[in-house]
C-alpha cells in the first residue's frame, strides 16, 4: 500500500471534516486539484498499487468537480474492489450514482442528496425507479426507503 496515497486520502477526509475548510468551496477545491494531480502523477508512475491504493484514489476523484473525475472515481473503485477491496463495492455504487447525475440522468441507486444553500432543506436526488432494494443491497447500500428517512433526519437536524 502507498504511504502517499493514504496521507492523500486522510488529507481530503480532514478536509471534509473541519467545518471551516469544507465551507470554504475555493480553499476546498483548490486542495482538491492539488491531490488529484499527485494521485495522477502516482498512478502514473507506480504499477504496484493495491485494492486499497485504487480505494484511497477513487476517493479523490470521487471529490472531482468533472465528469472526467467521476469516470475516473468509478473505475478506480471497481479496480479497487475486484482487486479484493470490498469495501469498494459501496463507492463504486456512490461513484456512480454521482457520474450520472452530472450527466443529467437519475442516480441508480439514491446516495447523493444536496440542499441549494445552507438554510435550504437537504433532499434525495432524482433515482431510477427501476433499481430495486435488493440490488441496492448487493452494492451494501441502504434501502430506498431507510435512504429516504436518513434524508429527513438530516433536516430534522438543521
Keep these: 500500500m502507498s504511504k502517499e496515497l493514504q496521507k492523500i486520502f486522510d488529507d481530503d477526509q480532514k478536509d471534509r471534516h473541519d467545518p471551516a475548510i469544507?465551507?470554504?468551496?475555493t480553499l476546498l477545491t483548490r486542495n482538491d486539484k492539488?491531490?488529484?494531480?499527485?494521485?495522477?502523477?502516482?498512478?502514473?508512475e507506480d504499477k504496484s498499487l493495491s485494492a486499497k491504493d485504487y480505494y484511497f484514489a477513487?476517493?479523490?476523484?470521487h471529490h472531482g468537480s468533472s465528469i472526467q473525475d467521476s469516470i475516473k472515481a468509478v473505475k478506480f473503485s471497481e479496480t479497487s474492489y475486484k482487486l479484493g477491496y470490498k469495501k469498494a463495492l459501496s463507492l463504486y455504487a456512490t461513484c456512480l450514482d454521482r457520474l450520472l447525475l452530472k450527466k443529467g440522468k437519475e442516480q441508480k441507486f439514491g446516495t447523493q442528496y444536496q440542499r441549494k444553500d445552507t438554510?435550504?432543506?437537504?433532499?434525495?436526488?432524482?433515482?431510477?425507479?427501476?433499481?430495486?432494494d435488493e440490488e441496492r443491497k448487493k452494492y451494501n447500500v441502504a434501502p430506498l426507503k431507510e435512504l429516504i428517512t436518513n434524508v429527513e433526519?438530516?433536516?430534522?437536524?438543521?
Design 34 to 44: 492539488i491531490r488529484k494531480k499527485v494521485v495522477r502523477d502516482i498512478l502514473r
Design 153 to 158: 433526519k438530516l433536516n430534522n437536524n438543521d
Design 58 to 61: 477513487a476517493m479523490i476523484f
Design 22 to 25: 469544507r465551507n470554504d468551496a
Design 119 to 132: 438554510k435550504s432543506k437537504w433532499e434525495l436526488l432524482p433515482v431510477d425507479s427501476q433499481t430495486t
